[in-house]
């Protein structure tokens, strides 16, 4: 296999992660819409098994997104580190579907600008 074809693999992984997390979706609700096994669902986000074309649909429609959507902002020319195994994205997928439950919109939206100034802060601060 080309590093091309491995990148392109592991970035579309990596946008079906993206999307099923913003969704609030665990693995093992997408694999029961998909009717596969939470392991493939791992297997195809971490870049370690290809995703065939009839498959990228299914995702793309399961996910409600266009195909194009994992193809977006697809670099080849930059190397790939492996994505990791296992529930790392857990409190990710817990607060993406906290958050979508909080009704009210002025909530939301504090909330929404205190996370985005808490990761600046992280981004401007050296831990050395």
């Known amino acids: 296999?080309?590093?091309t074809s491995k990148r392109v693999d592991s970035h579309v992984g990596e946008r079906m992660r993206e999307r099923r997390t913003m969704l609030g979706?665990?693995?093992?609700?997408?694999s029961?819409?998909?009717?596969i096994s939470y392991q493939q669902v791992q297997k195809y986000e971490t870049g370690?098994?290809?995703?065939?074309a009839g498959r990228l649909y299914e995702i793309a429609t399961a996910l409600n997104v266009d195909v194009a959507y994992f193809f977006t902002d697809l670099d080849t020319d930059t190397d790939i580190e492996p994505m990791a195994h296992g529930g790392a994205n857990r409190s990710t997928i817990e607060l993406a579907k906290n958050f979508q439950s909080i009704a009210d919109k002025?909530?939301?939206d504090g909330i929404s600008a205190?996370?985005?100034a808490l990761g600046n802060i992280a981004d401007d601060t050296d831990f050395s």
């Not at 370690?48 to 065939?52: A, C, G, P, T, W």
Request: glycine letters at 0%; proline letters at 4%; charged letters at 25%.
């Open 1 to 3: 296999m080309s590093k």
């Open 32 to 35: 029961a819409t998909l009717e």
């Open 114 to 116: 205190l996370v985005k």
């Open 48 to 52: 370690s098994n290809r995703v065939s």
């Open 106 to 108: 002025p909530t939301r």
């Open 25 to 30: 979706q665990t693995q093992e609700q997408l």
